[in-house]
């Protein structure tokens, strides 16, 4: 369990890193948001990948620190990101876990990452993932609900995936539907997969939610999204996930 205790240590330091992948508007590429990713800090034995030590930390419960950790450090990223551009305000998207989503203080930790200096009102998106929303029961819609009244937005990130069905769709708060990449990766040669995204994108739209096609990698995909009318995508067509600088120099400057 050494990188348990390495994970300890890195909390304690303060030392995770976060990059910002842009979310863009497909019809014109404006960058209209990012989605913070956790990264483990550089160490001289290489990098450690994300999935691995998020799992880590749900099961040996550093997922609170961990997920404070992120919620603080990616509202403080986005108010300077803000700052930085005299044009609309980009949003932060963040991804919560099952686990985090439960902790006691998650409220309270949402509402100190709204209080964030700078950080403009209703710019705070959690991406939840089906898991958590197939488990749902009062506590977790009444978290939803609170988090809600904060003016946060919920996506539903990786959706497709999961084995939730669409009841969630109709009981449940949420504003945004992120396409899992699995789906769109073959949009392009299989008209079966291609079906299945406008149709994603179709009930997006009869529900009013807004709706995000994930990594996009060709022109292709994009010509394709665009065509049924998607919205909103990311992809490393568009932007890997970036360090600060480079994410605030793809937005407009100041006046
Ligand atoms: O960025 P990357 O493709 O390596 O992300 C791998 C996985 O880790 C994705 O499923 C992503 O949602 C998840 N992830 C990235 N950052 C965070 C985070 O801050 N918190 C949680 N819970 N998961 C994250
Ligand atoms: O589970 P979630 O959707 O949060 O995962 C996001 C992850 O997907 C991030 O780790 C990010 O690095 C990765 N990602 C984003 N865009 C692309 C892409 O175009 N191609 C690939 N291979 N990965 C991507
Ligand atoms: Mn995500
Ligand atoms: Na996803």
């Not at 990098?47 to 450090?73: C, H, K």
């Not at 710019?123 to 939803?144: F, G, N, P, Y």
């Not at 291609?194 to 995909?221: H, K, N, S, W």
Request: hydrophobic fraction near 45%; proline fraction near 5%.
């Amino acid at each position: 369990h050494e990188l348990q205790e390495r994970m300890d240590a890195i909390v304690g330091n303060g030392g995770f890193a976060l990059r910002y992948q842009p979310v863009v508007d497909l019809a014109t590429e404006e960058v209209v948001g990012f989605e913070a990713l956790l990264r483990w800090p550089d160490d001289p034995r290489g990098t450690v990948p994300t999935e691995q030590f998020v799992a880590l930390a749900e099961e040996t419960g550093q997922i609170a620190s961990l997920g404070a950790w992120v919620l603080r450090n990616a509202a403080a990223g986005a108010a300077r990101l803000q700052a930085t551009t005299s044009g609309p305000a980009p949003y932060i998207s963040v991804n919560v876990s099952a686990r985090q989503f439960r902790e006691a203080d998650f409220v309270d930790q949402v509402r100190a990452a709204l209080d964030t200096p700078g950080l403009r009102p209703g710019s705070l998106q959690l991406e939840l993932t089906e898991t958590v929303l197939m488990r749902r029961d009062k506590q977790i819609d009444a978290v939803v609900q609170r988090v809600k009244d904060l003016g946060v937005r919920i996506a539903v990130d990786d959706f497709g995936t999961g084995f939730s069905g669409l009841r969630y769709l109709r009981e449940f708060p949420v504003d945004v539907l992120k396409i899992d990449k699995s789906y769109v990766d073959d949009i392009t040669v299989d008209t079966r997969q291609f079906a299945l995204v406008e149709g994603i994108v179709r009930i997006a739209r009869t529900l009013g939610l807004d709706v995000i096609a994930e990594g996009i990698e060709t022109p292709e995909q994009w010509a394709l999204l665009t065509s049924m009318d998607c919205r909103f995508g990311q992809g490393f067509l568009f932007a890997r996930p970036l360090v600060p600088d480079q994410a605030a120099a793809l937005l407009d400057g100041p006046a």
